[in-house]
């Protein structure tokens, strides 16, 4: 599918590391490790007691993130979940930034659910009660100046016509943007 050109990421890592066949399949359940460990460490550092932790880390494994690297050969979705998660409750805003330059070349759904996990970040952070307008602008947008450079190099790289099969995808989507875009808050 065309979506799969742009997830770059897994296999440069697998080339340069050397990861040849099934070996390289390691990939996504290293990136099921590593969500499971961002969830405990996240679960932990609020308070959640082992047993607590345990039953949600049960709940997590239950979840697409998990079920689909472990299914479905190749697939790194567990990547995309634990820059999400980290994105939303991690503490530093810095940490937006290697997630924002390098999760968008694993999988372009990390663009997508980038807006919601910057929402999470900025009412955990002062509450979605007293949320003030102008810091979750400000968290929004340190999260698209990151994304900058994917989409800089995404769009510069296409041949600029929009007759290949991600031009008519993208003018599609803006095209059809005007029908649903109203239903954005749901």
């Known amino acids: 599918p065309i979506s799969m050109q742009w997830r770059l990421l897994p296999p440069l890592v697998c080339h340069a590391l050397g990861l040849r066949g099934r070996a390289a399949l390691a990939v996504p359940w290293l990136g099921v490790l590593v969500l499971l460990a961002t969830c405990t460490a996240l679960l932990r550092r609020e308070g959640l007691s082992r047993l607590q932790t ?10 697409s993130a998990v079920t689909v690297p472990l299914g479905w050969l190749g697939m790194n979705d567990a ?52 949320l003030p307008f102008r810091r979750l602008v400000a968290t929004l947008a340190w999260g698209a100046a990151w994304l900058l450079p994917y989409a800089v190099l995404r769009l510069g790289l296409r041949d600029g016509s929009l007759s290949d099969a991600s031009g008519v995808f993208l003018r599609d989507t803006l095209t059809g943007c005007l029908s649903w875009l109203p239903f954005a808050p749901l």
């Open 54 to 63: 345990a039953l949600a880390l049960a709940l997590a494994g239950t979840t």
């Open 79 to 130: 990547w995309v979940w634990a820059g999400l998660v980290g994105v939303a409750f991690g503490r530093s805003l810095w940490s937006l930034v290697p997630a924002c330059l390098l999760l968008p070349w694993v999988d372009e759904r990390f663009v997508i659910g980038l807006p919601l996990a910057l929402l999470v970040r900025a009412a955990v952070e002062s509450g979605l009660e007293t």
